[in-house]
């Protein structure tokens, strides 16, 4: 009877344990954290960079709707050249003329300039609710991306280790054919296994290239080093632990129903102003002029310079505007409905998402968990096994298709991990109070 090495019941894992350990050692310098990322991936986002651009627009746009408020000032010039000729005398006459003219004005009574000044610094609002909602974006991208690296090398780690381990029993079993204390079917089997593993090898090594690729698009550097999670892993819960709270919160916080209550308020206030379309408007108008030419009254005096200032008020009022005042007042109205109509869709859409992230967060939780005793009874089925086909009870492919469950759920729990960490990052969101601040409990939970 073949008796397999007692140096160690994981030889392969022993081994490979300590050549991740090695490797990690010796880049730890060059590892990034959560945070350092995130960070760079600020200076280099595209879709942030444009919100913070918009957000710019909206601040020059709210100081033109401002300018209706505020004095406003022209200067005019003109000169003049004119060749008159009197056929009854056969004479000619050149004359020049010369004007500057400085005009002002101030508005007393304008309301609709008033409304649109509202309407302006509304605006801002809505701009700094969407590079809100950008930031918040890029953090759980960000996260996701980096723990979809470390996703990928934990699955071609467990990859190799698997490959590592079906390679020894695939010896194991050639061995004991040899000497005639198993049949050829164990060997096959255990190198139909080390094919599959080798092909999944491959696939997981490409995975992990392109989860690479896309993190350092992302971050805008070349060969991103995520830092792995530390040992013990001990996931954060979520507080508060009522789903109704997040919920009631999302409805005040989240940048969406802030952009569709403002927006609802900014349809308002354009009723208000299509309204004022029937008021009148109040200015006060200064004039000061200064003008060098022939004088009309004395054909023979030579040019002369006149001076004229002027102060005063000027009204309008409108009285018919072929029912274009009515109609955009009705225009607006429905406008305002369907902005209503906008905010209530975004606070259900809100209201589901928050609740559709917290189930996801809090089932994830219960997964990671039962994974962790899967993993445990794994092990254990795998020393069974392992042991009973050293007495002779088991066979060659029991001991391979333990070795395969324990290394499917080690995957599985790791990406579980991962997804709750993210999960909680997108609960946040969803309750629109993800901060730059909630990634350092994350950051935490690296080496």
Sequence with gaps: MNVLPSVSRFPALSRLSLAV????????????????????????DTTLQAARAQYDANLAKAEQARAGLRPQAGLAAGANAVNSRNDVTDTSRATHSQNVTLSASQPLYRPANKIS???????????????????QDLMVRAAQAYFDVLAA??????????????????????????????TVTDS???????????????????????????????????????????????????????VDAWVSEAQKQHPLVRQAQTALDIAELETRKAQAGHKP??????????????????????????????IGLQFNLPLYAGSAIENRVKETVALAEKARADRETAQRNIAQAVRSAYYGVISGAGQVKALEAAEASSQSALDANKLGYQVGVRINIDVLNAQSQLFQTKRDLAVARYNVLVGQLRLKQAGGVLKAEDLQPVNALLK
């Design 188 to 242: 096959r089997e255990a190198q139909a296994r080390y094919d599959l593993v080798i092909a999944q090898e491959i696939a997981a090594s490409n995975d992990l290239r392109v989860k690479k690729l896309a993190l350092d698009q992302l971050v805008g550097r070349t060969g991103a080093s995520p830092k792995p999670l530390a040992a013990p892993v001990v996931l954060p819960d979520v507080r508060p632990t009522d």
């Design 153 to 182: 090398q934990d699955t071609l780690t467990v990859v190799q280790a698997q490959k590592t381990a079906v390679s020894e029993q695939l010896a194991s079993a050639k061995r004991n054919f040899e000497v005639g204390t198993s």
């Design 117 to 135: 000044d509202e309407q302006g610094q509304l605006s801002i609002e809505i701009a700094r609710a969407q590079l809100e909602a950008a930031e």
């Design 21 to 44: 350990a090695l490797v990690v050692g010796a880049s730890g310098a060059q590892a990034q954290s959560l945070v350092e990322l995130y960070d760079a991936a600020k200076g280099y």
């Design 281 to 310: 408007t109040l200015d006060l108008v200064g004039q000061y002029q200064v003008a060098r030419g022939p004088s009309s009254n004395f054909p023979t005096v030579p040019n002369v310079r006149t001076n004229v200032a002027s």
